[in-house]
């Protein structure tokens, strides 16, 4: 995405892109433009062949001496000691096969939940509504996005009515971001903030909108990133380094003892063929032709059981990497937490109110009914689904008071508001927003005997109770409504949200998962430490760590502005002091990652998005989610989570010959000084 779309204006915007809002790109231009940029695809490093791959197995040292075992035991024995040379080939072999078939299943597998994601785009070319594939997008192609579409390429709002997106994949942002058209932003404004431009990746969850295509391919947000991944090389594996370690030791100390037994043999005028086979032979019996095969079984094996567990490994040695970890670096959304937004509380001014509350909010909301609950904006489903469990379904909501009209929710009002029909005749007006918006256009609050006059005092109030749900990381939405005998005047949001009476409060947060706690605690009677690095707000962040115990006593907390000017050496010193670090980016997750290395830790780190690839490739272990998980994030990941849950990476722990035990230990300190590795 060139770094000043985002702050021109549209009509420069359209003009360097030479292109028309209504009309869009002719045919004849968009072929053109297409040979000219290329497919809207991401790269992939380019795969090595069969006898490349089979040729990179053999490179281990440790079957380099295996190899030259073998050629000693046939040439040295004079072809006699073929059955011996024939083994250790079969070992080597085992190996090989072994190791590169594993290496084509997570292929495999990764090339299925690739292919579950091939969108297409409605595009307007030579003034008509087109559907095409995305991959044939260019710059300045005038694309139509509504709730539940793929954005197929960055690109700059043109027109928008209540446009939402799910930007979390790139900027770890967990709620929807509000789109708008309009003028420029500064150049400055960081990519969660622009909310006048849609990022290639994310998905639309509400509302609807007109986007010129400004970047496609690797020239996108995501591209860049990819573009930093394909840079980058496969580090080894712990057990890689030890293996190599060993097998260059015990090279060295069979030389050195058969140049002592030859040199032994001469000094004693022996004859020099009987001590050359003798120190062959010698050599031969001290290699462990054995051990690499083991090893691979042994991996396979964790593999296997890894499997079973919700956890796909691509490559053998990160089983064993697994087993290393002495830090756990986790993305908070859908990983420690549901990613599914809940209602906690609902306060209301008077006893008896939370039905209406919850009905309101049903009401004046865009959730829709699907076969697995409500879709649609996460706030919103929420709603729907809590007025639900209370009785209050939203299909019999609708049959009771039809919708007649809305004014969408917009980021300047922060309010929505919508118009129903109401059974006795008459008009319902639905109010929801911002708790401070919704109060401006309050003059009553609902009390016990009906609506009453509001009092300076009674904003205070609610006010107060907003903030203090806010201070528990909650999203708070106020509710508010008016009834009139007739059809409002219009349905603008001057004459829609005026003389409304306050009913409540409804406070949602996405809820850690259950299960996680305990995972938590596991951790720490190991050893292990697990911190969580998050796109999402530092108050939000160490709430949730809190609740999960994650964030104790003496910890502390970071944020990207903090991280900026922290050299990384004062943050290599001070890294084990931090449990949370929000609102970060890539680049920050890569600095995390290093300076916990650089103390000497195995790290291993989970995601989804494309903002976490980076991170993914640099840890020792990344763990990329196999649900929600970008395809970037699964390619730069060494081991896939089919159920994108920070137990499995713990349980995976454990799999992997780590210390963290199988089954529940809870424990409730961590000290890292003291707690043992099982």
């Not at 809207?40 to 295996?66: S, Y």
């Not at 995305?134 to 694309?143: E, K, R």
């Not at 917009?410 to 927003?433: F, Q």
Request: hydrophobic share 40%; aromatic share 4%; proline share 5%.
């Amino acid at each position: 995405m060139d770094h000043t779309f985002h702050s021109d204006t549209l009509h420069e915007v359209l003009s360097r892109l030479e292109t028309d809002q209504e009309q869009g790109l002719s045919l004849q231009e968009g072929e053109k433009r297409l040979a000219e940029h290329g497919e809207n695809r991401l790269e992939e490093a380019k795969q090595a062949g069969m006898l490349r791959r089979v040729l990179g197995q053999l490179k281990d040292p440790m079957i380099l001496v295996l190899l030259a075992a073998a050629a000693l035991s046939f040439f040295a024995g004079g072809g006699q000691d073929w059955l011996d040379a024939a083994i250790i080939l079969l070992i080597v072999l085992f190996n090989t096969v072994i190791s590169v078939s594993q290496e084509d299943n997570a292929r495999k597998a990764l090339e299925a939940l690739r292919k579950l994601s091939a969108p297409k785009a409605r595009v307007i070319r030579a003034g008509l509504e087109r559907r095409l594939e995305s991959s044939q997008l260019v710059p300045g192609d005038i694309i139509l996005l509504e709730a539940g579409d793929y954005v197929p390429a960055d690109g700059r709002v043109l027109w928008e009515a209540g446009l939402q997106a799910d930007e979390s994949a790139m900027t770890g942002e967990s709620l929807p971001v509000h789109k708008r058209g309009g003028g420029g932003l500064p150049q400055d404004t960081p990519l969660a903030e622009r909310k006048n431009m849609v990022i290639g990746g994310t998905v639309i969850t509400g509302g609807r909108g007109r986007v010129v295509v400004t970047a496609t391919g690797m020239d996108t947000e995501m591209g860049k990133i990819a573009g930093l991944l394909l840079r980058q090389t496969q580090g080894e594996t712990p057990l890689q380094r030890k293996m190599g370690e060993v097998s260059k030791v015990l090279s060295l100390v069979c030389v050195g003892v058969c140049a002592v037994m030859f040199g032994v043999g001469m000094l004693q005028h022996r004859d020099i063929l009987d001590m050359f086979l003798t120190a062959v032979a010698l050599a031969v019996a001290a290699i462990p032709e054995g051990l690499p095969a083991i090893v691979t079984i042994v991996l396979a094996m964790g593999v296997g059981r890894m499997a079973k567990r919700n956890a796909i490994i691509k490559r053998l040695p990160a089983v064993e990497t697994l087993g290393c970890a002495s830090v756990i670096c986790s993305d908070k959304t859908g990983t420690l937490t549901k990613n599914q937004m809940t209602v906690l509380e609902v306060w209301t001014p008077s006893p008896g109110l939370r039905g209406q509350a919850l009905a309101l909010g049903t009401l004046c909301g865009d959730a829709k009914e699907g076969p697995g609950g409500y879709v649609g904006d996460p706030t919103e489903t929420a709603i729907a689904q809590m007025a639900a469990r209370e009785g209050l379904e939203k299909a019999q909501l609708e049959r009771d008071m039809p919708r007649q009209g809305e004014a969408p929710f917009d980021s300047v009002r922060k309010r929505m508001a919508t118009c129903h029909s109401l059974p006795a005749g008459g008009t319902l007006i639905a109010v929801k927003g911002a708790p401070e918006a919704v109060l401006s256009r309050c003059t009553q609050v609902q009390g016990p005997q009906g609506p009453r006059p509001m009092t300076e005092a009674d904003r205070r109030r609610i006010l107060g109770v907003g903030s203090d749900l806010a201070a528990k990381a909650l999203r708070v939405l106020a509710v508010a409504q008016r009834n009139q005998s007739g059809p409002p005047k219009s349905l603008e949001a001057q004459e829609l949200e005026r003389e409304l009476i306050f009913v409540g409060l409804i406070g949602m947060m996405d809820p850690p998962r259950p299960e996680v706690r305990a995972a938590v605690e596991r951790c720490a009677a190991a050893g292990v430490r697990p911190v969580m690095i998050t796109g999402d707000h530092k108050d939000t962040a160490v709430a949730i760590a809190r609740d999960l115990n994650l964030f104790r006593p003496g910890d502390k907390a970071i944020d990207g502005p903090g991280l900026d000017f922290l050299p990384q050496e004062t943050l290599e010193e001070e890294i084990e002091t931090f449990s949370v670090y929000a609102r970060v980016t890539p680049e920050h997750k890569m600095r995390i990652v290093r300076a916990w290395q650089k103390k000497g830790h195995v790290v291993a780190m989970t995601g989804d998005g494309v903002n976490d690839a980076p991170a993914l490739k640099a840890a020792d272990i990344g763990c990329a989610m196999g649900k929600t998980g970008t395809d970037v994030a699964k390619g730069a990941a060494d081991m896939i989570l089919t159920d994108d849950n920070f137990a499995t990476v713990v349980a995976a722990v454990g799999r992997g010959g780590g210390s963290i035990p199988t089954s529940e230990r809870p424990s409730t300190t961590y000290s890292p000084a003291t707690s043992g590795r099982f």
